[in-house]
């Protein structure tokens, strides 16, 4: 877990879930990106991506048969945009054969937090465009309002949003996680859903999201929840499928 910024990270050192990372692999800055692209990539985070790269060293090190990476970053800010980005280049010149599968939060202008989501987020595309093997999209305006209309939370908060990606990103990575016929490792994403190299970018949808109250009684079938899977209101990006098409599909 890296952030240029101390404050995010020290909460986790501190925080419910310290338990789950080893002090060594929460790695912090002294400042922040300030939503700059440039600082994350040429300035800041050029100082801080050397140690991040020796300690995913020692972890790949350890493994006895390492499939590839999984980056979890956000295009908005300078940070995920800059750094992120910066991190995924080194990868691909030190472990060029592994795979790389990231997971991105795109800028979405309604809900923005900074003027220059936009520019930082162009600039991001252009290295998960060189530098990933398929990337999975998400945005917050989704998230949003999926909060809202299935879950029935009228204010959500980011502990909402991270939680509900939690559950998103631990039901794709299931099958790597457990025996299956499908997507048994990282590159089989790559073979089953990517059919040109440069047409990696995803959308994933999950069915159904239902809030808690409603779980006991709400009955659905097999075909209702297939259907739903390809609703507008299911997918995490805010975007219409049904206005394209589909070049593959793989439902877990």
């Given at each position: 877990?890296?952030?240029?910024?101390?404050?995010?990270?020290?909460?986790?050192?501190?925080?419910?879930?310290?338990?789950?990372?080893?002090?060594?692999?929460?790695?912090?800055?002294?400042?922040?990106?300030?939503?700059?692209?440039?600082?994350?990539?040429?300035?800041?985070?050029?100082?801080?991506?050397?140690?991040?790269?020796?300690?995913?060293?020692?972890?790949?090190?350890?493994?006895?048969?390492?499939?590839?990476?999984?980056?979890?970053?956000?295009?908005?800010?300078?940070?995920?945009?800059?750094?992120?980005?910066?991190?995924?280049?080194?990868?691909?010149?030190?472990?060029?054969?592994?795979?790389?599968?990231?997971?991105?939060?795109?800028?979405?202008?309604?809900?923005?937090?900074?003027?220059?989501?936009?520019?930082?987020?162009?600039?991001?595309?252009?290295?998960?465009l060189e530098h990933t093997d398929v990337t999975i999209m998400y945005d917050n305006e989704a998230l949003y309002d999926i909060c809202r209309r299935s879950l029935d939370i009228e204010r959500p908060t980011y502990t909402n949003l991270n939680r509900m990606l939690a559950q998103i990103i631990s039901s794709l990575t299931a099958s790597l996680r457990f025996d299956g016929a499908l997507n048994v490792d990282l590159t089989e994403f790559q073979t089953n859903l990517v059919p040109y190299p440069r047409i990696h970018f995803m959308l994933s949808s999950y069915a159904p999201i239902i809030s808690a109250e409603k779980a006991y009684h709400e009955q659905l079938s097999v075909a209702e929840i297939t259907m739903s899977v390809f609703e507008p209101a299911s997918m995490f990006v805010k975007c219409d499928p049904r206005h394209g098409k589909y070049m593959a599909c793989s439902k877990l």
């Open positions: 877990m890296v952030d240029l910024e101390p404050t995010v990270v020290d909460e986790v050192r501190t925080g419910t879930y310290r338990q789950l990372f080893h002090p060594e692999q929460l790695i912090s800055g002294k400042e922040d990106a300030a939503n700059n692209f440039a600082r994350g990539h040429y300035t800041v985070g050029k100082e801080i991506v050397d140690l991040v790269l020796d300690r995913i060293r020692k972890l790949a090190d350890n493994c006895t048969g390492l499939q590839g990476f999984m980056v979890f970053n956000t295009c908005g800010g300078g940070t995920g945009s800059g750094l992120g980005c910066l991190l995924l280049e080194r990868l691909s010149v030190d472990y060029g054969k592994k795979s790389k599968i990231s997971f991105t939060v795109w800028a979405c202008p309604q809900i923005s937090t900074a003027v220059v989501e936009a520019y930082t987020t162009v600039l991001c595309v252009h290295s998960l």
